[in-house]
């Protein structure tokens, strides 16, 4: 069984249970989101059946899963851009945690496995990929190089160590937290973004979250 440490396959969940909270959960954050605006209730909805999606199918099919969780994470940042409209003139930036989080789903699909070299440099192909349209957004919408540069270098430290371990080695426990700390740096990331295009103080409010990740981390699995 693939990940069979997780709590639905170790019994601790039931998968009624599981049901129950994830139905919640979609349904409060949709009903929160009508608050907002009507197109931040569209893309809410977009967001649920995509999990959903990926949840219920896409697991089943390793060439399609990771776009269904790289689409989870472009539609929020989309999301999130929604509550000022004014913002969506960078609507195309979604594309940066798309391509991202593909990759980090590529390279976690056989974490548990190991000897898994080609999705790792598939991964990190799709990595450089977010990392050159990123600088091709900075030319295109004038933003904040030096702010950019910063954030990126600290992304960039966060994530290359331990990827480049995970490919060395093709070792689980190493391709497990390449995994692990590639989705912790998505904070990084989403911090350049907003110092790019936005404001580099703003940018900094979201440093916090890292050792508090880091720190929950620490006792849910991360994948």
């Not at 709590?7 to 979609?26: D, E, M, R, T, Y």
């Not at 949709?30 to 907002?36: A, G, H, Q, R």
């Not at 697991?59 to 269904?68: A, E, G, V």
């Not at 600088?135 to 600290?154: D, T, V």
Request: hydrophobic share 55%; with cysteine.
């Amino acid at each position: 069984m693939n990940k069979a440490n997780r709590p639905i396959p170790k019994g601790l969940v039931s998968k009624n249970q599981a049901f129950a909270l994830g139905a919640f959960c979609f349904s409060l954050g949709i009903y929160l989101s009508f608050f907002v605006n009507q197109f931040s209730s569209i893309l809410a909805v977009g967001i649920c059946c995509t999990a959903f999606l990926y949840d219920a199918v896409g697991k089943q099919f390793d060439y399609f899963s990771p776009f269904l969780m790289g689409a989870c994470r472009g539609l929020n940042l989309l999301l999130g851009m929604s509550a000022f409209p004014a913002s969506l003139q960078y609507a195309e930036l979604a594309m940066i945690p798309f391509l991202f989080i593909i990759g980090v789903t590529v390279i976690g699909q056989k974490e548990h496995l190991g000897r898994n070299r080609a999705s790792i440099i598939v991964g990190s192909i799709l990595y450089l990929s977010a990392l050159v349209y990123f600088m091709y957004s900075l030319i295109q919408f004038e933003g904040n190089w030096w702010a950019a540069l910063i954030f990126l270098g600290l992304w960039l430290a966060m994530l290359l160590p331990p990827t480049y371990k995970a490919w060395k080695t093709q070792r689980p426990l190493f391709v497990q937290k390449a995994v692990k700390y590639a989705v912790l740096s998505l904070i990084l990331l989403n911090a350049g973004l907003v110092a790019a295009f936005g404001n580099s103080w703003f940018a900094l409010l979201l440093l916090p979250l890292l050792p508090i990740t880091l720190g929950v981390a620490k006792v849910f699995r991360v994948t």
